[in-house]
């Protein structure tokens, strides 16, 4: 009895092997991926600026929101956390891009102008609540942060 308890706990301790390795292999080949569609996107959207005649602040905005995620990709490729805040600052420049791009472009306002000012605020509360969080409580911040 005791040769196969033995042998089940080589075979399962064999397997957590094979899984954890199979889960980093795969974390590290998505993050690489990620990172270079996004660089990829990013230079891109860049060379496509050069070629208007004008560069808008949106078009910059997007460059920042490319730049976010690169930095959250590096983030949790260090430290394999994923970095909540970051999510959150891609939501804000996101909705400001868009609440720029909304007022340049028709420049009447309407109530769709007080939704993306509210999503920014209530994304802004978010950011604050993660933040004091984190330091308020050690244990929180390795799952947040």
């Not at 050069?50 to 930095?71: G, N």
């Not at 990709?73 to 609440?99: C, D, E, K, Q, W």
């Not at 999503?119 to 308020?136: E, F, K």
């Amino acid at each position: 009895m005791k040769w196969a308890d033995r042998m089940r706990e080589r075979l399962h301790a064999g397997a957590n092997s094979i899984g954890n390795l199979g889960v980093e292999l795969f974390h590290y080949v998505a993050l690489f991926g990620i990172g270079a569609i996004t660089v990829y996107a990013g230079i891109t959207t860049f060379i496509d600026m050069l070629h208007q005649e004008k560069i808008s602040v949106d078009d910059i905005l997007l460059l920042f929101i490319y730049l976010e995620l690169l930095a959250m990709s590096g983030i949790y490729f260090r430290t394999n956390h994923m970095p909540l805040r970051f999510l959150l600052y891609i939501g804000v420049t996101a909705l400001i891009r868009l609440l720029i791009s909304d007022v340049s472009h028709h420049k009447s306002p309407d109530e769709g102008i007080l939704y993306l000012t509210g999503g920014v605020v209530l994304l802004s509360v978010s950011i604050l609540v993660v933040r004091y969080a984190s330091a308020r409580f050690p244990s929180v911040k390795e799952k947040t942060d």
